[in-house]
C-alpha cells in the first residue's frame, strides 16, 4: 500500500484555502505519515510543525504524482449551456 500523508492545519478553509499565503504566516500546520495504528496523539508527536500554509508543501507533494497538466475542458457546451454568469445570482440574493 502506499505511504498516507496527514496535514493538520491550524486554520479554517477560509484562510487555509481562500486567502493566499502571506509573510509573516499567519497560520501553520503539522504533516507526518499516518499509520493504521495512529493514534491523534502519536500522530501529533511525531509530525513536524512548520509555519505558513499548507498549499505549497501539497504542491510539492501533488506535483510528481500528478501527470502533465492539461488544458482545461470548456465549463459550459451545447449539451451543457451555463446557467448564467459567474459568480452566479444567488450572491445578489438577501
Known sequence: AADK???LSSSGH???????????PKRHYRVA?????DRAPL???????REGSWWE??????KPRAGEL???R??????HPALGDAP????LEA
Not at 484562510?15 to 509573516?24: A, F, H, R, S
Not at 508543501?57 to 501533488?62: I, R, T, V
Request: aromatic fraction near 12%; charge should be neutral.
Open 57 to 62: 508543501d501539497w504542491m510539492a507533494w501533488l
Open 33 to 37: 505519515t499516518a499509520h493504521r495504528a
Open 88 to 91: 452566479g445570482t444567488y450572491v
Open 43 to 49: 500522530w501529533r508527536d511525531r509530525a513536524e510543525l
Open 70 to 72: 492539461v488544458p482545461a
Open 5 to 7: 500523508r496527514f496535514v
Open 74 to 79: 470548456p465549463a459550459a457546451d451545447e449539451r
Open 14 to 24: 477560509i484562510l487555509g484555502i481562500i486567502n493566499p499565503p502571506v509573510t509573516p
